[in-house]
């Protein structure tokens, strides 16, 4: 079981993934922008940060960026609706470890967890 | 072959002038006040032309044409506007379907002849037309198939709207020149080479663009669980003061975005109302809260919105090997011409014409139907269709395996 912490804009879509994941994962926090995804991951230090990419005040690359610089060892996964190939590229530059695209099913977070968080 | 935006634009006045002229001809006959709410030159996949007029029953008056440009023209009525048009024009009981049918196609004749007029006109050559045939189908099929002689499956499409005032009649002009005919036309009248696309450029983007509809469709079926196709894809040019015309009066409920990268812009997801309920619940894990558009309605198409305009954009990025940024989506719940209207002004401020690129999805087995309208900035369009490379158009995915 990992300790999670969503950073997601959308309500709807943080309902959706804490309901994907509680049952095997603690959520140790829901945020709605990059800025408060860092604060929040100071705080918390979770495991892992399920990181959206377009989100207002800070995107979650920056703060991807900033938690990793701050932490190497922190574990990220981009959960985005962007696809792009340059944005992927972006993403693994600032140390994401791994990227899904909305809309997602269940098999594919667990899978991209997994991957990322071996239990 | 180039097509530079100055003639389509002129093209597209021309078009435009020709639909006032036949529309003040039948309101000359008539009586009734009538004007031309829209024109728009678009270019579309042959399959696709007229699939606005739905499955109503259409009444129309064909004409072929041909000298300095060569092509078909139809005008097509409801059958509701036919039988106030021919009350018009033959009152009382002395229309019999014979007469109905007559004065139909006499009025075409004269409406048409002033549209095609005008385009002779500003050519300086002759433009034939030949008599009139009278044609009563359901929907597209009103319309001529697509001009012979050529195997390219986009044509461009001439398309005024012409409404009544305080009269229920909506009739619409359709002219489907030759392909060969109109490029070469728009080649000679090209007037700067610098802000000319290569026509190929812009077929290209079009199938680009209908492969990122078909994608936001995946996306939107996935998520809601049904089988959604991408119905229209086309891209048209019209001057900025029609741009909010190309959505109706009705309500909507959606997002819009603003896009950075080459191209700018925006883009708009929209769904009528009762769609937007449809849609929302079909997303939504639990029943809503209450009646009608509720907060988890508006939230869940907000993110709908959000992971649409990803599957739209996301290929272009890919295929133009950039990226193409957007902010994060805000909801609208307005008249369709109240969201878009400050869009239009905005693009305005640098623009006399806009492209659109408009498409549309449903399902048959979820009530609803989704419009995905984006406004680039024209100038920014112009050079991404200049870089676009046509060989790598199929490229719209990235491979997240192999970049991670």
Redesign the interface.
């Known amino acids: 079981m990992a300790d999670v912490l969503i950073a997601d ?5 943080r ?2 993934l804490r ?1 994907i994941l509680e049952e095997d994962h603690e959520i140790v926090g829901e945020v709605e922008n990059g800025v408060e995804a860092v604060e929040v991951f100071k705080e918390q230090q979770p495991d892992l940060v399920m990181m959206d990419i ?3 005040i800070r995107d979650g690359i920056e703060a991807t960026d900033e938690i990793k610089s701050d932490n190497p060892g922190a574990h990220v996964i981009m959960c ?11 993403a ?1 530059k600032a140390g ?4 899904i ?3 997602f ?1 269940k098999p594919s977070v667990m899978e991209a967890i997994q991957d990322v968080v071996p239990s | 072959m180039k097509v530079d935006v100055q003639s389509l634009g002129t093209f597209n006045e021309l078009a435009h002038e020709g639909a006032q002229e036949a529309t003040g001809s039948l309101a000359q006959m008539t009586g009734m006040e009538a004007e031309v709410e829209v024109t728009k030159i678009s270019l579309v996949d042959r399959t696709d032309v007229g699939e606005e007029l739905g499955s109503d029953q259409f009444v129309g008056v064909s004409f072929d044409f041909e000298g300095a440009l060569a092509g078909e023209t139809v005008l097509a009525f409801d059958e509701p506007s036919k039988e106030t048009i021919t009350e018009a024009l033959v009152p009382g009981d002395e229309a019999d379907e014979a007469m109905a049918r007559s004065s139909v196609e006499e009025i075409g004749n004269i409406m048409m002849s002033g549209f095609i007029d005008g385009w002779a006109d500003y050519l300086g050559a002759t433009i034939d037309h030949s008599p009139p045939t009278y044609i009563e189908r359901e929907g597209a099929d009103v319309l001529p198939a697509a001009p012979a002689g050529s195997e390219r499956d986009h044509i461009f499409v001439f398309r005024s709207q012409v409404e009544w005032v305080d009269e229920t009649i909506c009739f619409y002009i359709y002219m489907l020149p030759e392909y060969d005919s109109l490029t070469g036309l728009l080649g000679e009248h090209a007037d700067a080479e610098s802000d000319a696309i290569p026509i190929e450029k812009l077929e290209t983007f079009n199938r680009m663009t209908r492969s990122g509809t078909q994608t936001a469709a995946e996306n939107l079926g996935m998520m809601a669980g049904v089988d959604v196709e991408a119905e229209v894809t086309r891209i048209s040019f019209a001057p900025i003061e029609d741009v909010p015309k190309q959505v109706g009066t009705e309500t909507y409920v959606g997002t819009v975005v603003e896009f950075t990268g080459l191209p700018s812009g925006f883009l708009l997801v929209l769904f009528d109302e009762p769609s937007a309920i449809n849609v929302a619940e079909a997303l939504m894990p639990v029943d809503p809260d209450g009646e009608g558009l509720t907060d988890q309605h508006t939230a869940a198409i907000e993110e709908l919105g959000n992971i649409m305009t990803s599957g739209f954009v996301d290929g272009w990025a890919n295929v133009l090997q950039q990226s193409v940024e957007h902010t994060p989506p805000r909801l609208v719940h307005d008249m369709g011409r109240a969201i878009i209207d400050p869009l239009a002004a905005q693009l305005g401020q640098h623009q006399r014409h806009a492209f659109i690129i408009d498409s549309r999805m449903q399902t048959e087995s979820l009530a609803f139907e989704s419009e995905i309208l984006a406004l680039p900035n024209e100038a920014e369009l112009r050079q991404a269709l200049q870089e676009l490379q046509v060989d790598r158009a199929d490229q719209t995915e990235a491979d997240v395996e192999q970049i991670f």
Do not use: H, I
């Open positions: 804009d959308s309500e709807f879509m309902n959706l309901e377009v989100m207002p985005t609706s962007v696809g792009q190939e340059e944005k992927m590229k972006e693994v994401a470890d791994g990227y695209t909305k809309p099913q």
